[in-house]
């Protein structure tokens, strides 16, 4: 409440009912009112000077009812209970506090008490480094919503219905292959294997489509348990090891001596850090290094992944965990990519509640870290 109180002061914001519309030319007006979405001007105290006509659309109130009016009290931003958000949350307070460009999509409630979503920018509005008000730009993205929802049920259910005619083609690849309908030719038992190697990787995309609708409509379940995270990275580390010998990397798992515990869902675990090794594994060339660290300090979990790879130009630093991206040095090498890993990864890294960043340089190779609050559990108290 302090908080809100120091904050209201810092912003210059007041509840005062007059304002005076800022003065502009015809063209000016013409040029608001021509814009194709909504836009709302405030002024440093926060009360709205100007809103266009797309703003009054979507929002469905009067011009009138808003000029004037202080922004945060006349336009309630709502969270996803319908609850009205906080002051102090509010895009329009902290881009006033940092004096920088806010983006962020929202619900906000309608004069009919209805909640919209929209898409909003808001910007302070700076003369001689003094703010004198903020602008605000948004646009209705129902629809998109909308569409993105019935995208991912698609994705979802074609996903669900690519599995089992595979799990088909496995099973009989798998049986023939091992001679359960006759002896076969090398040759043949060559093609098997690439059927098999081919639908394991289609099984794998399956799987990473599922995982990202789950995450993106929010609904993968947690389920936290005790986990020992050496014990879990042993695990990564037995089961990844044919990859490495496969390109005769030398990989190596590296841990404390003492346990280190955390309660968090093992298998989401899992999956960030077996997609980050492969992708070390992959992108790294014959005879490299790939090392999996795990180290505590404080309160909290280390889990390096280092490799002497191909690394990331540094011009794609800021694209690397987007959807789809694959740098421009990999495309041609490794055409097995799909972009959509590292994605995954940082989502469900927010779903646990961890951190994860990375280091790397071109042709040197790169370290991905990833962190968790963990505890130090002596080596001889038994797990
Ligand atoms: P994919 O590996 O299927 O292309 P990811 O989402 O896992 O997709 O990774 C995105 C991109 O990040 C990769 O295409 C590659 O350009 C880069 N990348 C990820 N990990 C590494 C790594 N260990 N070394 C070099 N580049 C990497």
Request: glycine content about 8%.
């Given at each position: 409440?302090?908080?809100?109180?120091?904050?209201?002061?810092?912003?210059?914001?007041?509840?005062?009912?007059?304002?005076?519309?800022?003065?502009g030319?015809?063209?000016?007006?013409?040029?608001f009112?021509?814009?194709?979405?909504?836009?709302?001007?405030?002024?440093?105290?926060?009360?709205?000077?100007?809103?266009?006509?797309p703003?009054?659309?979507?929002?469905?109130?009067?011009?009138?009812?808003?000029?004037?009016?202080?922004?945060?009290?006349?336009?309630?931003?709502?969270?996803?209970?319908?609850?009205?958000?906080g002051?102090?949350?509010?895009?329009?307070?902290?881009?006033?506090?940092?004096?920088?460009?806010?983006?962020?999509?929202?619900l906000?409630?309608?004069?009919?008490?209805?909640?919209?979503?929209?898409?909003?920018?808001?910007?302070?509005?700076?003369?001689?480094?003094?703010?004198?008000?903020?602008?605000?730009?948004?646009?209705?993205?129902?629809?998109?919503?909308?569409?993105?929802r019935?995208?991912s049920?698609?994705?979802?259910?074609?996903?669900?219905?690519?599995?089992?005619?595979?799990?088909?083609?496995?099973?009989?690849?798998?049986?023939?292959?091992?001679?359960?309908?006759?002896?076969?030719?090398?040759?043949q038992?060559?093609?098997?294997?690439?059927i098999?190697?081919?639908?394991?990787?289609?099984?794998?995309?399956?799987?990473?489509?599922?995982?990202?609708?789950?995450?993106?409509?929010?609904?993968?379940?947690?389920?936290?348990?005790?986990?020992?995270?050496?014990?879990?990275?042993?695990?990564?580390?037995?089961?990844?090891?044919?990859?490495?010998?496969?390109?005769?990397?030398?990989?190596?798992?590296?841990?404390?001596?003492?346990?280190?515990?955390?309660?968090?869902?093992?298998?989401?675990?899992?999956?960030?850090?077996?997609?980050?090794?492969?992708?070390a594994?992959?992108?790294?060339?014959?005879?490299?290094?790939?090392?999996?660290?795990?180290?505590?300090?404080?309160?909290?979990?280390?889990?390096?992944?280092?490799?002497?790879?191909?690394?990331?130009?540094?011009?794609?630093?800021?694209?690397?965990?987007?959807?789809?991206?694959?740098?421009?040095?990999?495309?041609?090498?490794?055409?097995?990519?799909t972009?959509?890993?590292?994605?995954?990864?940082?989502?469900?890294?927010?779903?646990?509640?961890?951190?994860?960043?990375?280091?790397?340089?071109?042709?040197?190779?790169?370290?991905?870290?990833?962190?968790?609050a963990?505890?130090?559990?002596?080596?001889?108290?038994?797990?």
């Open positions: 409440m302090a908080e809100a109180r120091k904050t209201q002061k810092r912003l210059r914001f007041s509840n005062a009912d007059t304002a005076q519309p800022a003065q030319s015809v063209e000016v007006q013409a040029l009112d021509s814009i194709g979405d909504g836009v709302i001007m405030t002024d440093e105290f926060g009360r709205i000077v100007r809103i266009n006509p703003a009054l659309a979507i929002l469905g109130f009067k011009e009138e009812e808003l000029i004037g009016q202080w922004f945060p009290k006349v336009i309630v931003s709502l969270d996803e209970q319908g609850k009205p958000v002051l102090i949350d509010r895009p329009i307070s902290r881009s006033f506090l940092t004096g920088k460009s806010i983006s962020e999509k929202l906000y409630r309608r004069k009919d008490g209805q909640p919209v979503s929209v898409a909003i920018t808001v910007s302070p509005m700076m003369v001689r480094n003094r703010p004198v008000g903020a602008i605000q730009v948004f646009r209705d993205i129902t629809l998109e919503q909308e569409v993105d019935m995208k049920e698609f994705i979802s259910l074609a996903s669900h219905q690519l599995r089992t005619p595979l799990s088909a083609i496995k099973t009989y690849s798998h049986m023939l292959v091992d001679g359960f309908m006759g002896p076969l030719e090398p040759p038992k060559k093609a098997l294997r690439t098999i190697g081919a639908s394991n990787r289609m099984n794998e995309l399956i799987s990473t489509l599922l995982n990202i609708t789950r995450m993106e409509s929010g609904s993968i379940a947690v389920t936290p348990k005790y986990v020992n995270l050496g014990r879990l990275l042993d695990e990564i580390h037995d089961e990844l090891t044919h990859v490495a010998t496969n390109k005769d990397i030398n990989f190596k798992l590296i841990q404390p001596t003492d346990n280190v515990a955390t309660r968090t869902d093992p298998l989401i675990l899992k999956e960030i850090i077996s997609n980050l090794v492969m992708n594994l992959k992108y790294t060339p014959n005879e490299g290094n790939v090392d999996l660290m795990l180290s505590i300090k404080g309160g909290s979990a280390l889990i390096k992944v280092k490799d002497t790879g191909l690394g990331i130009p540094k011009l794609s630093h800021d694209q690397v965990f987007t959807k789809f991206f694959r740098a421009p040095n990999v495309i041609k090498r490794e055409t097995t990519g972009g959509l890993g590292l994605y995954l990864v940082r989502g469900l890294t927010e779903v646990l509640g961890g951190k994860i960043w990375f280091e790397s340089e071109e042709n040197k190779g790169t370290t991905f870290y990833f962190s968790l963990a505890q130090r559990i002596p080596r001889k108290v038994k797990m």
